[in-house]
Nanobody, 126 residues
């Protein structure tokens, strides 16, 4: 499986912004889609957002719509998560994921993705 690495996490004040990135080392990496998930202590891993590699598909969780944006740079094998207007409830470990199934048409569940990063911590203070 392709190994993914997230970066960009940290501690921010409520209302602040962070940009997370996730890259793949494989030059031949060509996923159908990539996504972001997050997991807070004591909670299940939840969907945040996803994007098809063509850029035609985007999906966001209701809790982050209008605040977070998923984008990708195909040439750099990188997906980004721009997080604005951060809230304390956004505090979690954020994971990126990739799917290589060319026949899938939606990506909103962790079972839709076969490759995962190790996660990066985002902490939002009130």
């Amino acid at each position: 499986q392709v190994q993914l690495v997230e970066s960009g996490g940290g501690l921010v004040q409520a209302g602040g912004s962070l940009l997370l990135s996730c890259g793949a080392s494989e030059r031949t990496f060509s996923p159908s889609a990539m996504g972001w998930f997050r997991q807070a202590p004591g909670k299940d891993r939840e969907f945040v957002g996803s994007i098809s590699w063509s850029g035609a598909y985007n999906r966001y969780a209701d809790s982050v719509k209008g605040r977070f944006t998923v984008s990708r740079d195909n040439a750099k094998n990188t997906v980004y998560l721009q997080m604005n207007s951060l809230k304390p409830e956004d505090t979690a470990i954020y994971y990126c994921a990739a799917d290589s199934n060319p026949y899938r048409s939606s990506w909103t569940d962790r079972r839709d993705f076969g490759s995962w990063g190790q996660g990066t911590q985002v902490t939002v203070s009130s």
